[in-house]
């Protein structure tokens, strides 16, 4: 059955009804749509961000170099062969005298095996050593790509929902102030209050309406933003349930979450690893004097069909040996010299990173604790500048107060409601940093927060109308793969 259309249908003109038959079915849409989840969004990017997907094909490349040095000490067999076309023509002369020799072209054949077996060689034992202290420091590294594109989501995912609650207020400031405009209006059309008072409505409508538009655009931005991150474009989202409890941080002792940090930060503890391998490259520059011995087993034979030979050769043999470089001009020492500054080096990049790491998780601790007390006082605000707006309002109905007043109460409203959102956000986004700086952000974590987070009163992204480059524009390409 085809719903009946409202009388304001038909006074719509006719090349507007497509359009809006089509947003309206849009909508409908959408809104039986499910909305995604900040957990879902976070698999979704665990599993598509290319940073991480880049982070983890260098850990497997990192763990293959392991294999590549440890091969050094492994057996070594390598076979040889030859195959050649001789041809012999011997000519002898002396004084007087001349005289050939025999002719000869014959084919002969060659084939060498040999085995060898490392014994002792610590320069390649240290290079194995080098090369599984670099898979420690790239798995801290991968550690904290994974947390830093859980972070990057998370807070990716709450910029949306600030977004939305800025424009739904900018949206309402707007229908409130033009409501203020027309009443103006009206009174200015009977002769009770002059044109500077309509002009002043018209003057904060405008602005009410360029707000507005700003929040529209930073509300798609937003969505935008999201994409880039986990590869895939979102209709709409889940939001945040009103009581979420804003409360300090658990442990709430700022010394907890600094020891927390400096054990489990990943960046620190990739530091921490990368002067672990600076030690054991200065162990391979002083390896580069020590000997080598191995073992080693050949096979050799060898056949021709010569004239003056009928049969074939071959010898094996079987051994040890040992080398020994006695000088180098200088070369290792220098080498030791050189790694003994790069691990100077990556010392002092441990403290500064250490020093960084308390700096923030310091910085975030005092910010948590500040913001449950500023959503408090934003939430105060709302109720103070509301009570404002309506006496306002009645002193501006017995002639008290003039329309300015009204208008900047009502924006002091909506401003208030809109740092409101902006704080009650700013705790989510600064908590996560905390547990993220701490080392421990995870997808436990998020699970955690995303039982506050509520279907109904979705969040919708209707993208405008635009040209049919402007969802081009928006694609990201396909997921690359890698040439084998």
């Given at each position: 059955?085809?719903?009946?259309?409202?009388?304001?249908?038909?006074?719509?003109?006719?090349?507007?009804?497509?359009?809006?038959?089509?947003?309206?079915?849009?909508?409908?849409?959408?809104?039986?749509?499910?909305?995604?989840?900040?957990?879902?969004?976070?698999?979704?990017?665990?599993?598509?961000?290319?940073?991480?997907?880049?982070?983890?094909?260098?850990?497997?490349?990192?763990?293959?170099?392991?294999?590549?040095?440890?091969?050094?000490?492994?057996?070594?067999?390598?076979?040889?062969?030859?195959?050649?076309?001789?041809?012999?023509?011997?000519?002898?002369?002396?004084?007087?005298?001349?005289?050939?020799g025999?002719?000869?072209?014959?084919?002969?054949?060659?084939?060498?095996?040999?085995?060898t077996q490392?014994?002792?060689?610590?320069?390649?034992?240290?290079?194995?050593?080098?090369?599984?202290?670099?898979?420690?420091?790239?798995?801290?590294?991968?550690?904290?790509?994974?947390?830093?594109?859980?972070?990057?989501?998370?807070?990716?995912?709450?910029?949306?929902?600030?977004?939305?609650?800025?424009?739904?207020?900018?949206?309402?400031?707007?229908?409130?102030?033009?409501?203020?405009?027309?009443?103006?209006?009206?009174?200015?059309?009977?002769?009770?209050?002059?044109?500077?008072?309509?002009?002043?409505?018209?003057?904060?409508?405008?602005?009410?309406?360029?707000?507005?538009?700003?929040a529209?655009?930073?509300?798609?931005?937003?969505?935008?933003?999201?994409?880039?991150?986990?590869?895939?474009r979102y209709?709409?989202?889940?939001?945040?349930?009103?009581?979420?409890?804003?409360?300090?941080?658990?442990?709430?002792?700022?010394?907890?979450?600094?020891?927390?940090?400096?054990?489990l930060n990943?960046?620190?503890?990739?530091?921490q690893?990368?002067?672990?391998?600076?030690?054991?490259?200065?162990?391979?520059a002083?390896?580069?004097?020590?000997?080598?011995?191995?073992?080693?087993?050949?096979?050799g034979?060898?056949?021709?069909?010569?004239?003056?030979?009928?049969?074939?050769?071959?010898n094996?043999?079987?051994?040890?040996?040992?080398?020994?470089?006695?000088?180098?001009?200088?070369?290792?020492?220098?080498s030791?010299?050189?790694?003994?500054?790069?691990?100077?080096?990556?010392?002092?990049?441990?403290e500064?990173?250490?020093?960084?790491t308390?700096?923030?998780?310091?910085?975030?601790?005092t910010?948590?604790?500040?913001?449950?007390?500023?959503?408090?006082a934003?939430?105060?605000?709302?109720?103070?500048?509301?009570?404002?707006?309506?006496?306002?309002?009645?002193?501006?109905?017995?002639?008290?107060?003039?329309?300015v007043?009204?208008?900047?109460?009502?924006?002091?409203?909506?401003?208030?409601?809109?740092?409101?959102?902006?704080?009650?956000?700013?705790?989510?986004?600064?908590?996560?940093?905390?547990?993220?700086?701490?080392?421990?952000?995870?997808?436990?974590?998020?699970?955690?927060?995303?039982?506050?987070?509520?279907?109904?009163?979705?969040?919708?992204?209707?993208?405008?109308?635009?040209?049919?480059?402007?969802?081009?524009?928006?694609?990201?390409?396909?997921?690359?793969?890698?040439d084998?």
């Open positions: 059955m085809t719903p009946s259309r409202p009388d304001s249908w038909n006074r719509l003109p006719r090349h507007f009804r497509p359009a809006l038959l089509g947003a309206l079915i849009a909508a409908a849409f959408a809104s039986q749509a499910q909305a995604a989840d900040l957990l879902t969004i976070t698999r979704d990017a665990l599993n598509n961000n290319s940073e991480l997907e880049s982070s983890r094909a260098t850990t497997q490349s990192v763990e293959e170099g392991v294999n590549v040095e440890q091969a050094d000490l492994n057996p070594q067999v390598n076979i040889s062969g030859e195959a050649a076309y001789n041809h012999i023509f011997e000519r002898q002369s002396q004084s007087g005298f001349s005289a050939s025999g002719d000869d072209n014959y084919a002969s054949y060659g084939l060498n095996l040999q085995a490392k014994l002792y060689d610590a320069l390649s034992s240290r290079e194995v050593d080098v090369a599984e202290r670099q898979v420690d420091q790239q798995t801290y590294l991968l550690a904290a790509t994974e947390q830093q594109v859980l972070i990057d989501t998370s807070s990716a995912y709450f910029d949306i929902l600030r977004a939305y609650e800025i424009l739904e207020a900018r949206r309402a400031q707007e229908r409130a102030i033009g409501r203020q405009l027309e009443q103006a209006q009206e009174q200015f059309d009977v002769g009770l209050i002059a044109i500077t008072e309509v002009e002043e409505a018209r003057a904060s409508f405008d602005q009410s309406r360029a707000d507005r538009i700003a529209e655009s930073d509300l798609q931005v937003s969505f935008e933003a999201l994409e880039r991150l986990t590869g895939q209709d709409s989202i889940e939001m945040l349930q009103d009581d979420l409890p804003i409360a300090l941080p658990e442990p709430s002792s700022r010394d907890a979450w600094i020891d927390m940090a400096i054990e990943p960046e620190l503890l990739a530091q690893a990368g002067v672990e391998v600076s030690r054991e490259q200065i162990d391979v002083r390896a580069a004097d020590l000997p080598v011995f191995e073992a080693f087993a050949n096979y034979y060898s056949d021709s069909d010569s004239d003056d030979v009928t049969d074939y050769d071959s094996s043999q079987i051994g040890v040996s040992a080398s020994m470089p006695l000088y180098t001009g200088g070369r290792t020492s220098a030791i010299r050189q790694t003994t500054y790069q691990l100077e080096a990556s010392q002092y990049d441990f500064s990173q250490r020093r960084e308390v700096l923030q998780v310091r910085s975030l601790y910010q948590v604790s500040n913001d449950v007390s500023t959503v408090a934003r939430k105060q605000t709302i109720v103070s500048n509301q009570s404002a707006l309506d006496a306002t309002r009645a002193g501006y109905e017995v002639g008290t107060r003039n329309i007043d009204v208008l900047n109460a009502e924006q002091n409203l909506y401003n208030a409601i809109a740092d409101y959102a902006d704080a009650r956000y700013a705790y989510v986004v600064d908590l996560l940093s905390l547990r993220r700086q701490a080392g421990v952000l995870d997808e436990a974590a998020i699970a955690e927060l995303n039982q506050f987070l509520v279907e109904q009163g979705q969040v919708n992204f209707t993208l405008p109308e635009q040209s049919s480059d402007y969802d081009a524009a928006l694609d990201i390409g396909e997921r690359p793969q890698p084998l």
